[in-house]
């Protein structure tokens, strides 16, 4: 059964301080791996990886993706209290309609 | 700007009513569209997977006579929640993709209460 496991599940920072988030995935036929931000309503698309090793950044966020010991980070420098909301990532298969299968989420709390 | 629109934001209605939900893609022709609930402080779970012009895909444990999913047109994907009772209270997600190589994008969900 196709499994993603992301830590920590929650985690509290002051503001300034830099986080990282893990998730690690066993998907049969693996195609891709993908960041979301939820806050409040749905979530929002951060990034798609289906490379190994190459990091991808957008501002303070960045991540990279190990597709030989099967995981994902996702870092975010320089935190800010807007950053506080659930990451969620997901991994997509190739087979079938391509489907995501969903971690549980880290919920970050980020104190001013 | 938005990529998908879903209606309604909020639907609260007595145990036994049918709730339609809709899901629309703005940007692009989805011949695919996935239907995802979530519960308080857990992830999504998918649900089906709507297929345009052809049955939807259910997950395991998925009720099709439950939640019948209807994928009419390249923009527009339905569920209805037939004879609703308070344990389908949660929040239903819909997401559409516009090629296998994109990601998919969420609408803002419905947040569904039974009483």
């Known amino acids: 059964e196709d499994k993603v496991v992301q830590s920590p599940l929650s985690l509290v920072v002051h503001e300034g301080d830099t986080v990282t988030l893990n998730c690690s995935y066993e998907v049969t036929n693996f195609r891709s791996l993908l960041w979301y931000k939820q806050e409040k309503k749905a979530p929002t698309f951060l990034f798609m990886l289906t490379s190994s090793g190459i990091e991808k950044k957008s501002g303070r966020l960045s991540s990279i993706l190990d597709k030989k010991e099967l995981f994902s980070i996702l870092n975010i420098t320089a935190t800010q209290t807007g950053d506080s909301a659930v990451y969620l990532c997901?991994?997509?298969?190739?087979?079938?309609?391509?489907?995501?299968?969903f971690g549980q989420g880290t919920r970050l709390t980020i104190n001013p | 700007g938005a990529v998908v629109s879903q209606h309604p934001s909020r639907v609260i209605c007595k145990s036994g009513t049918s709730v339609k939900i809709e899901c629309r893609s703005l940007d692009f022709q989805a011949t695919t569209m996935f239907w995802y609930r979530q519960f308080p402080k857990k992830s999504l779970m998918l649900m089906a997977t709507?297929?345009?012009?052809?049955?939807?895909?259910?997950e395991q444990g998925v009720e099709k006579d439950k939640f019948l999913i209807n994928h009419a047109s390249l923009t527009l994907s339905t569920l209805t929640v037939t004879s609703a009772h308070p344990e389908d209270s949660s929040f239903y997600i819909c997401?559409?993709?516009?090629?296998?190589?994109?990601?998919?994008?969420f609408g803002d969900g419905t947040r569904l209460s039974i009483l």
């Open positions: 997901a991994a997509q298969s190739i087979q079938g309609a391509q489907k995501l299968v």
């Open positions: 997401s559409v993709r516009g090629s296998v190589n994109q990601p998919q994008h």
């Open positions: 709507s297929n345009e012009g052809s049955k939807a895909t259910y």
